[in-house]
């Protein structure tokens, strides 16, 4: 009985709630709907200018024809042109040649895309804008540095494009590459799906500050790492996923060759059995023991704090480093793809914002840091303790590599897109490496598509050799330290 | 039945008084951070909605300023208290029981950045250690400067007078640096030292209850201690 | 974590009853505020030869004509001698509609207004820009037409909302001057907190009769108007402080901005270092610490 009042009361209060929630909104609305001159009608003579300037609604239908009436009115005529340099440029575009060339744009209005220039001087300061109805590129189709590229650029039907100094943007250039003039007119799409369509700026010597070779997107596994799409990219990244499952395979069918619970010979019952017992440890109470060494074992690494604050310093450099940046990829993989317009989203997607361009350099500054402090540590100090087999030195050389080479691309990066200080001082690291770079004389363009592929190939031989050296703890270690939990038997007691 | 009488193995570290100041100091601390933060921070959304619950920009000023004058009545309280406990109590302003830093405080500092890198033993701490004696007179200095500064930035009119004009910039620039500065700093430091040290985990209760159990006594303030000669009976 | 049975249990239940009732109308209660408000007027594109007749209607000159303002421009009657701009002409489409616009149409009904800018700055600067043919290094100076939207301007707003929109109008080409306003406490409270008692731009620069607060003298009569008790020296308190209005200023206001800058620089020095140092010195003694702890939990 008690129970009911109290969800009567609550739904009381819900209802409460949500009016005055309601009226609050309706009181806060920021148009205003009132005003003394609202019923007096103009008089009869402005009829006449509202015929041609009345704001259409070029929500409907009927606005967007009405809207587009207006244009055409010079913009159709055969002669419509403007003089530049010399020569005559034409500006016709004729309702027949836009619904052949852009069929999809059939029933937008030119203002949707044109939004500032029906004015005088009749002249564009934004030029035309795709972004009041189409989000930008995620990861997948078109990277981060791409976003400093209209996207005309790409999906217009021109060959000859620049860099805007103004904004550094890459936008359509209005003159080919002898400076004569051209026209814009046509509303063609190119195909942005065709790699032909990407030699228009990736080039030797291009004019858009771009490498001068098409570079293949990241791949998946980059996401350990950086904000990646769900691709394979190159087959290099393939075949190392591929090595690395096989690596996984052979090291788990090792685990199985022993008994489990009793069971020698059938590897179908020993899968079962296991099966069976991970599936009800987790669903039992042991899982909050589970969480327990998640938190304090594995992302808080207590147990190396116990042995040495050097190493755990060391160690976190490299493991919090990796694991936070692994975090920030994937937040913003899942994010941008739930919400690519979000403000929040668009920051994490484009490596020169502030934020992105400081953490991720900060992170991979510390993985570097730590790395060699490990170095120094193994080959320099050489405590007694401290045994240097062939695998710890390779796996320290991988990450090391990989890291050296990761600030190698950033900084070409940064180079050869032209990053002013402004912006490039975000990524500290990054922009000293580039300017270290700019002392040297070389076609930076074409030496960033080398250093990517460098970068990516350490890349596929840390993911590859993952399940076959040292690197293993990051599996083993979680998992013997899972198992403990459950078993209740500490490392010590085993045979 | 007397109330909360003092168990056996703890002993009085503050005098009622002290603990009130403190809990003064923690009240208009967090509502002078809170109103002034609010003002400088206005441009968001949020914060604006935190100023038009508290009654609005007039409301929010005037609160700042009486936390600020009733922060400072503890200050004079203090001070007060500290005539009273030399020339009343007839103790002594200086020596080992003050938060007079001394020789002793800069040795401290140092053996204890050599244990933290595992170079030496931890330092033996008399009654306060050299980071209280530290957060003792950052705050009653600091109090003074952002005092003043609020002074200045409350009677600008006033200050324009005996003053030129520009300091009442300065004033300000150095009321929101200190701001800062003294919220990161309590905020992280002063409560970690307090709180998050892992023996003391999760809450230091002394400066609220003015008991201290022997057993941190003896961890954390050796030398005082040693001093004393503690018995059970004996008291601060 | 033990299993709660009998009596207590009954009570969690109610317990959370309560909650889960709070926290859904709590949701209910903030949703409107954090939500994005998509209940917005779309505002009208840049798209001026347009007039959009929603927003037109319920605006200030609402209830006037085209022809009331526009008269000159259809004139000419239905066969259309005059141009309306003239298709033919030399500079069709070339000029800044906003420049060539005859305010002397204003001035038909906001007589006080357009006497007061015309004693202001913005006026002569227009009157120098006529007649030299240069623009300022501000930018073009502002007629009616450049701070006032005529067909949208909205009439009965309140003092906080015209201060809101004059911060906007006014940083247009004030920029730095609108990001000192905003860092001071005027701005702050003015226009973040709606601080009715603050100073917006005109309530010190003065509404249309725009000046330029240079001097002492002037400057010390705005402040008077709210701060009744100021002295001289009042005057040289600096509200403008961005590096580049700096060579707008008076030679001893000029002087005194550099004094800040040290200042701040030197403050903000110490305190970077204070809070490195005690923040890296509570970070290793914690690692320490803890490292001790864990070894005595054997």
Known sequence: MKMIT??????????????????????????????????????????????CHRMPNIHTNEGVIASQTFCYECHSESDIKKRDAGADISLRVTPETFHQNQPAHRFVACIS??????????????GATCRECHPVHSENAAHAPHLRVSCQACHFQSEFVRLDPADLRVKLAHTDYDNAPIPLSEHIFSDAANKETCKKCHFKNNPAGAPAAVLPSKSALCIICHNSPLAMGHPIFGIAGLIFLAGMFSMIAFWFKGSVKGEETSVHRKISLSSESIWNTLFSRKLFSLVKVVVLDILLQKRILKESVSRWSMHSLIFTAILLRFLLSLFTAIGFYFNPDGELMMALNDKNHWFTAFVNDLLGLFILLGILWAAVKRYFIKPKHVVSEYQDNIALIIIGCLVLAGFAVEGARILVTQ???????????????SRLFSLFPLDWASVYPVLWYVHGVFAAIFVAYLPFGKMRHI??????????TVDGVKNEKRV | MEA???????FQRFHVLHRMLHVVIIFNFTLLAITGFALHFSEFGWVQVLVSVMGGAAAAGWLHRFCAVFLYMGVLVHLLWLFYYKFVLKQTWSGPDSMLPGKKDIKDLYQNLRYAFNKDTPPLFDRYSYLQKYDYWAELLGMQSMGITGLILWYPDFFAGILPGYFINIAGYLHFYEAVLAVMYIGVVHMADTHLVPDIFPMEKSIFTGNIEKKRFMEDHPEEWKRKQMTNSETA | MKLQTGTKRKKNKVLTGWIYAFLTAGYIFLAPVLLPCTLAASPAPDATWFVDMNQYSSAAHGSLGCEDCHGAMIESGPGREKPHPDPDGEDFLKYQTKRRFDYQSCRKCHKTAYSRFSEGAHAAAADEEKKTGSVSRTGHAPVCGDCHSAHYSKSHLSRVQTGRIMTETCGTCHPDQKTSYLSNYHGKAAVNLGHEKSAFCTDCHGAHTTMSLKDKEAALNACLRCHANAPPEFANIIIHDTP?????????????LKWVYAARAVILFFVVLVLAFFYSHTGVLMLRKLHEKLRRHK
Request: aromatic share 10%; charged share 15%; net charge negative.
């Open chain 2, 4 to 10: 909360n009488p003092t168990p056996a193995d703890t």
């Open chain 1, 475 to 484: 599996f083993n270690t979680p998992l013997t330290y899972f198992i403990e």
């Open chain 1, 419 to 433: 990053i002013s200080f402004d912006t490039g001082v975000y990524s500290f690291t990054g922009f000293a490496v």
């Open chain 1, 113 to 126: 895309c044109h939004t500032d220039i029906a004015r005088s001087p009749h002249k564009t300061q934004t």
């Open chain 1, 6 to 51: 109290h969800i009567i009361a609550g739904g009381i209060l819900m209802v409460y709630m949500a009016a005055g929630s309601t009226a609050l909104v309706f009181a806060a609305m920021p148009f205003d709907l009132s005003s003394e001159h609202a019923n007096e009608t103009p008089a009869q003579e402005a009829l006449i200018c509202l015929d």
């Open chain 3, 244 to 256: 580049k209005t700096r060579d707008m200023k008076n030679d001893e206001k000029q002087a005194g």
